[in-house]
């Protein structure tokens, strides 16, 4: 079985639960923190590795304290990820009583996603690439486009909170592969509702696939060029796991509304969380052999 590409970043993050969130520059409140191992790359291959699907993963890793402790557990879960001279930097993810969230960011060397990270990559061994926003922000994005180009595999695209800092040139090229895109409404500030179809719409027809719509509070939508779905919620969702976990199932043949039904149910039980649970994991596990079989 060939292997699925992750392209992102491994981050360490300091979770700190506040009262409120601050404006600017404003002094605040720490309730409760702790340090957590985060980013896009990490959660994919861990999800990856725990569903025993194939995966090959790009992702630099740096050196200082935070780079330490990602090559140690790193080395713990066999996770293998390119390590690289320079920094590894780090954030603070900002969460308030109404669910709230901010991330501060101290960058490092992470988000440096080149091309001579491509040198094991062999373009034969890959038929599908998952690529997070977190691996176009550098000004070494083009690198990945190129990569892209001569894999010419399946591309799924979550851009998540970093979709505004992304070059239009970037976003263009990312089209161009015609991707299935996971998109956040925080992403597109979109304030009325009303348009949304009309939206959905003109990005169908630059990107010829399937949009996953995440609206928090409103629900996840899935567009189609033949069909068209919503999936009600009250809560905040982690749009990174939504995208790993449709990945993983439409893998799996899983058909696109169950398979956003299941990524939905991921996404709300991970938010804030850089794994889930075992008993989570094991129950998503079973959903995910039911609706294999069902299909079958």
Do not use: C
């Amino acid at each position: 079985m060939k292997k699925t590409l992750i392209i992102g970043t491994m981050q360490t993050e300091w979770l700190e639960y506040v009262k409120e969130l601050p404006k600017g520059n404003e002094d605040y409140e720490v309730l409760s923190s702790r340090l957590q191992l985060s980013g896009s790359a990490l959660k994919a291959a861990s999800l990856y590795q725990q569903f025993g699907f194939p995966y090959e993963v790009i992702a630099p890793v740096g050196r200082g304290s935070a780079g330490e402790m990602l090559s140690a557990y790193l080395e713990e879960k066999q996770i293998d990820v390119q390590h690289v001279e320079g920094i590894h930097g780090s954030s603070t993810l900002l969460v308030d009583s109404k669910d709230r969230s901010n991330r501060i960011y101290a960058p490092g060397v992470e988000f440096d996603i080149s091309n001579n990270l491509f040198l094991t990559i062999d373009p034969e061994n890959i038929d599908r690439v998952l690529v997070f926003g977190d691996a176009l922000i550098s000004e070494n994005a083009k690198d990945v486009i190129d990569l892209l180009q001569e894999i010419q595999q399946e591309v799924y695209f979550a851009p998540g909170s970093y979709f505004q800092s992304i070059e239009d040139s970037i976003l263009d090229a990312m089209l161009d592969f015609h991707p299935i895109m996971i998109l956040e409404d925080t992403d597109l500030l979109l304030e009325n509702f009303e348009y949304l179809e009309t939206m959905i719409s003109g990005l169908q027809e630059d990107s010829h696939n399937t949009i996953l719509f995440l609206a928090q509070f409103q629900g996840l939508y899935g567009f189609e060029l033949t069909q068209k779905f919503l999936l009600k919620n009250t809560s905040f969702e982690d749009a990174e796991y939504i995208a790993i976990a449709y990945s993983l199932a439409r893998l799996a043949n899983v058909d696109s509304k169950n398979a956003l039904l299941l990524a939905q149910e991921m996404g709300i039980a991970a938010i804030h969380h850089q794994t889930l649970s075992f008993q989570q994991m094991e129950l998503f596990k079973q959903r995910l052999k039911g609706m294999i079989l069902h299909a079958a």
